[in-house]
Every structure is written in structure tokens, then in C-alpha cells.
């Protein structure tokens, strides 16, 4: 198969007699986001047997997550997401042969994420919770002219949008309202607007002072009180838990995952 790089409308012209399989094969895709969505798009890929899959995601795996996202454990909690879908999908029985990358970075670095890496691959998959990062993507992909699949969710809805540059709407051709809630994993690993951080905050307060119960999103953080030590020692506890230990274990978790170059599955 001709990789599609500079001409979406090669996705037109594909020999449907072809052998799938053979096809799959020497597809090499970029999946952006290895959370609820994106998670699951790479463990299709992998059974669907495509050649090359390089998956890019910042956000660390959160106790909220493993009710939804199967490909994540108990022990993968703070690990990061694109590297464990990379470390999981690699030693599943079903890969036959995909080479899979992750990358835990930004993807609107445009230095390590320039036009030239987008224009590597035959098809882009965005499984995003970002707008401005749906955007940035967007707008690569546009001016790469590289075919791209848009997904996400929203409460029960959920849609999947396929944009071919110069042939169909691009994803910014429709305008997208701004989001009211925030991803819980993304607000807390890596808060970026003064709202992140006030919803942080309030789902934070619920969990301390609120009614336990075991479908808390916040299951991870053990700064409850426990009704055996006086307030003034709780205080001391939750102020040191929150302003030190908690400071210090993402300071270290964000210094362990910069890197200049990706993780390979070799």
C-alpha cells in the first residue's frame, strides 16, 4: 500500500479487492490519547494487526480511571498512560507482530511533533478530552493533509468525526462549545488554567469532607479522617499530606517522564 502522507484523497482510491490484512500491515497510525477512548482504539488496532502505532499522551493513570479504561490495573496507578497501553498491548497474545511507540509528551510541541512527524503517518486517530489540543491536531493534520479521525464523549453522547483535508469540513469548521468539566486525571496531574485548579479543588473538598463511599474518584488519596485522631492532629496530617507529600511525589513523577526520546516496544 502507498502510504496516503501528503494526499488524503488516496483514502478514495484504495483497492477493495486487496487483502486486508496486507494493507493493515504496512498502515502506520498516530493515536493521540491513550485514555477511555483512546485505550481501547489501541487495543483494536493491535487485534486489527496494523503495522506501526505510535500513541502520544501527557496524563498519568488515576484511581478514577480503572472503572473504565480495562486496559489499566491497580499498579499502573500513576504510571503514564501512553506507556502502559505501549508495555500492556506489547505482551498481549493478540499482537501480531504491531510496532507500538508512546511518547509522554505535549503534542502541541511542535518542535518534537512538527509538520514532518505528522506527515509520516497514513491516518491520525484523536482521542482527546482537550479542545485546544483537538484543535492544534486538527490543524496539523489540515496542513499535512493527512486523513484524521476525531472521537470523544460527552455524559452518554459520544461521536467520531472523519476529516479528509480539502475534501471534507475540518473539525474547526464547526464551532465547539467550551467545555464545563475537566477530565479528573487531567486536572490533577497537570492543572493548567486557574479553573483546573478550582475544580480540583472542589472535587478534593468532597472527598475529605463528604460521605464515603467506594465509587469515590479519589479512592488513591488516603487523607480521610478516620474519627480516632483529634482535629487539630487531622489538620496537621491532611496540611502536610497535600502541601508536601503530594507536591513531592508529582514533582518526581513529572521529572521521570520528560524525556527526548520515545519509548519503543523494542
Avoid at 493513570?61 to 506507556?83: H, P, V, Y
Avoid at 476529516?163 to 467550551?178: H, R, V
Avoid at 479543588?201 to 488513591?220: I, M, Q, R, V, W
Wanted: glycine content about 8%; aromatic content about 8%; charged content about 20%.
Amino acid at each position: 500500500m502507498t502510504a496516503v502522507g501528503g494526499d488524503a484523497s488516496s483514502f478514495l482510491n484504495w483497492n477493495v479487492d486487496a487483502d486486508p490484512s496486507e494493507r493493515l500491515a504496512q498502515l502506520r497510525v498516530l493515536l493521540v490519547g491513550a485514555g477511555g477512548i483512546g485505550s481501547e482504539v489501541a487495543h483494536g488496532l493491535v487485534q486489527l494487526g496494523v503495522g506501526c502505532l505510535h500513541i502520544i499522551d501527557l496524563d498519568r493513570i488515576d484511581a478514577s480511571n480503572l472503572n473504565r479504561q480495562f486496559l489499566f490495573r491497580r499498579t499502573d496507578i500513576g504510571r503514564l498512560k501512553s506507556e502502559a497501553v505501549v508495555e500492556h498491548l506489547t505482551k498481549s497474545s493478540f499482537n501480531r507482530g504491531t510496532d507500538l511507540v508512546a511518547y509522554a509528551s505535549d503534542v502541541r510541541d511542535t518542535q518534537q511533533f512538527s509538520w514532518t512527524f505528522f506527515r509520516s503517518f497514513d491516518i491520525v486517530l484523536n482521542a482527546l478530552d482537550n479542545l485546544e489540543a483537538r484543535q492544534h491536531v486538527n490543524k496539523m493534520c489540515v496542513a499535512t493533509r493527512v486523513p484524521l479521525i476525531d472521537t470523544g464523549s460527552a455524559g452518554y453522547l459520544g461521536q467520531a468525526i472523519p476529516i479528509l483535508p480539502g475534501i471534507s469540513e475540518c473539525y474547526q469548521c464547526t464551532p465547539k462549545p467550551a467545555p464545563k468539566q475537566f477530565a479528573v486525571c487531567t486536572i490533577r496531574s497537570n492543572p493548567e488554567k486557574p479553573a483546573h485548579c478550582i475544580a480540583w479543588a472542589k472535587h478534593l473538598y468532597t472527598h475529605l469532607f463528604g460521605p464515603a463511599t467506594n465509587e469515590s474518584l479519589l479512592t488513591d488519596l488516603e487523607c480521610r479522617w478516620d474519627g480516632q485522631e483529634t482535629p487539630q492532629s487531622y489538620a496537621s496530617r491532611l496540611l502536610r499530606f497535600l502541601f508536601r507529600d503530594e507536591i513531592v511525589r508529582h514533582a518526581a513523577m513529572l521529572g521521570a517522564g520528560r524525556r527526548s526520546s520515545p519509548a519503543s516496544s523494542d
